[in-house]
């Protein structure tokens, strides 16, 4: 199982939060995801393209990108 780390910017409550981690699972090969919003970061487990990811995420309205690993 592949873990990608990512960076997310615009996330400022909850329901930005939930946004994102709907947005992240609604993604073809994501088993899970976790998102933090103190850190602004999500961690995604699944058979997927990171780019597939920051679109994802992108559509929602919010920046992403995969954190340095």
Same mark, same amino acid.
């Given at each position: 199982?592949?873990? +990608?780390? &990512?960076?997310?910017?615009?996330? +400022?409550? /909850?329901?930005?939060?939930?946004?994102? +981690? %709907? *947005? &992240?699972?609604?993604?073809?090969?994501? +088993? /899970? !995801?976790?998102?933090? &919003?103190?850190?602004?970061? =999500?961690?995604?487990?699944?058979?997927?393209? =990171?780019?597939?990811? &920051? %679109? =994802?995420? *992108?559509?929602?309205?919010?920046? !992403?990108?995969? *954190? %340095?690993?």
């Amino acid at each position: 199982m592949t873990k +990608t780390e &990512l960076n997310i910017t615009g996330m +400022t409550c /909850d329901h930005c939060k939930l946004g994102v +981690t %709907n *947005a &992240l699972k609604s993604v073809p090969g994501v +088993t /899970d !995801a976790q998102v933090d &919003l103190k850190s602004g970061k =999500a961690v995604v487990e699944g058979e997927v393209e =990171a780019q597939q990811l &920051l %679109n =994802a995420v *992108a559509e929602e309205g919010y920046s !992403a990108q995969v *954190a %340095n690993q």
